[in-house]
């Protein structure tokens, strides 16, 4: 007889009104358990808690137990749902005391990221490069255009447009530093 079939016998002879059979069938069911919330939760704390929040489940909905159905697939169903409930009270509660990430962000974005140069303040640099690089950039960050609607314009392929303006950011990003 396997585990699924004891634990079937045993929930029936509990729904008779066997109540040894009914302790049996729940420290059965929470040995079953156990694992299944040591693999999903950090502390074991949480996992005896959520563990009884389950027993208490199956206590309250044991009259819905179909005794001609597995009893095992029953119980991982509540203890499922027992498990997604405490993780959403849990990480909510978490989530109001976060910071919120845009926020964080658009801090980051003024203090770190501005570097205070633009296309203007080194055009002076850019007309230095090859005129087909200069012109790449020029039509890229000055105007606005994509990649591939540079390649159009100027006849080139979007794999050379990039490759071009790659090497225009390597030769400026080296004359950058010198200064």
């Known amino acids: 007889m396997g585990q699924n079939e004891n634990l079937e016998g045993l929930m029936q002879q509990a729904l008779a009104g066997d109540q040894a059979a009914y302790a049996k069938a729940l420290h059965a069911t929470a040995q079953l358990l156990r694992p299944f919330l040591s693999k999903r939760l950090l502390f074991a704390n949480d996992v005896d808690d959520v563990l009884q929040e389950i027993l208490v489940s199956?206590?309250?909905?044991?009259?819905?137990?179909?005794?001609?159905?597995?009893?095992?697939?029953?119980?991982?169903?509540?203890?499922?749902?027992?498990?997604?409930?405490?993780?959403?009270?849990?990480?909510?509660?978490?989530?109001?005391?976060?910071?919120?990430?845009?926020?964080?962000?658009?801090?980051?974005?003024e203090d770190v990221t501005e570097t205070g140069i633009s296309y203007e303040s080194i055009?002076?640099?850019?007309?230095?490069?090859?005129?087909?690089?200069?012109?790449?950039?020029?039509?890229?960050?000055?105007?606005?255009?994509?990649?591939?609607?540079?390649?159009?314009?100027?006849?080139?392929?979007?794999?050379?447009?990039?490759?071009?303006?790659?090497?225009?950011?390597?030769?400026?990003?080296?004359r950058l530093e010198e200064i």
Do not use: C
């Not at 009893?71 to 509540?78: K, M, N, Q, R, T």
């Open 58 to 109: 199956i206590h309250k909905a044991r009259h819905t137990y179909d005794g001609q159905r597995p009893f095992i697939p029953w119980v991982y169903a509540i203890a499922k749902f027992r498990l997604q409930d405490y993780l959403r009270t849990h990480y909510a509660d978490q989530l109001k005391q976060a910071v919120d990430i845009a926020d964080l962000e658009n801090d980051l974005h």
């Open 123 to 174: 055009s002076g640099e850019i007309q230095k490069l090859p005129e087909k690089q200069a012109t790449i950039l020029q039509l890229i960050h000055q105007e606005g255009y994509t990649s591939k609607e540079v390649a159009v314009k100027l006849g080139m392929n979007e794999s050379a447009v990039k490759v071009a303006a790659h090497r225009a950011y390597k030769v400026l990003r080296k």
